[in-house]
């Protein structure tokens, strides 16, 4: 896939992953979450994997993250990280956990997150699935509090053997009742992307 020269390939992936989060990932959070969710999908581009700064906003430099990372392999390789501002994974894990407050960030806090994550991945994977007609498998989601540019780093490791260029589709997903604001990057290899759009 020339990237930089197609744009159409990338228009239709952000078209078919829209579909996905439209009607596998927005059904899945609204359960979880138990309130109307709002989402806007920014868009799918392709970056050098040395020029990160395009996937992070100038507020979200300093920012530390509660992270929830998921490595997909099989037939497509995708990385899903799922991040929320560290001060508001408190709130999501009461809420998850159906309790009125939390004294501290426990290990049962971090499972509830790191299992949000991993419902999540799955709607989009089995959606992904059942389209191009593939198997997926799904990693143990990795839990961790860094800065996004530490977590992006750690993840575009994974796909810098390939291809010294990645595809990144931002989606930022908000709860209209909680206020609660959860962000998706989905990142593969530009290759991988074809096999989506084949």
């Known amino acids: 896939m020339n990237l930089k020269s197609n744009h159409d390939d990338l228009r239709q992936l952000d078209r078919v992953i829209n579909?996905?989060?439209v009607s596998k990932t927005i059904p899945s959070l609204n359960v979880i979450l138990e309130?109307?969710?709002?989402?806007?999908?920014?868009?799918?581009?392709a970056i050098q994997i040395t020029n990160l700064d395009l996937l992070i906003s100038n507020f979200e430099e300093m920012d530390v993250m509660s992270a929830v990372y998921v490595k997909c392999g099989g037939d497509l390789n995708i990385g899903v990280l799922w991040y929320l501002l560290e001060e508001e994974s408190k709130p999501l894990a009461v809420k998850l956990l159906g309790k009125s407050h939390l004294n501290e960030f426990d290990k049962l806090a971090?499972?509830?997150?790191?299992?949000?994550g991993n419902i999540l991945t799955a709607s989009i994977v089995n959606a992904i699935c059942n389209e191009?007609?593939?198997k997926i498998y799904s990693s143990v989601p990795g839990f961790a509090i860094e800065s996004l540019r530490?977590?992006?780093?750690?993840?575009v490791s994974d796909f810098g053997d390939l291809s010294d260029t990645i595809v990144a589709s931002a989606v930022e997903?908000?709860?209209l009742n909680s206020g609660i604001k959860l962000q998706m990057l989905l990142i593969q290899d530009p290759k991988e992307a074809k096999k989506i759009i084949a």
């Not at 971090?110 to 949000?116: D, F, G, Y």
Request: some cysteine; hydrophobic content about 40%; overall charge negative.
């Open 19 to 21: 579909s996905f989060i």
């Open 35 to 45: 309130e109307p969710i709002q989402y806007f999908h920014k868009k799918t581009q």
């Open 110 to 116: 971090i499972s509830s997150i790191s299992e949000i």
């Open 132 to 134: 191009a007609g593939c």
């Open 150 to 155: 530490i977590l992006l780093e750690a993840i």
């Open 173 to 175: 997903f908000y709860g």
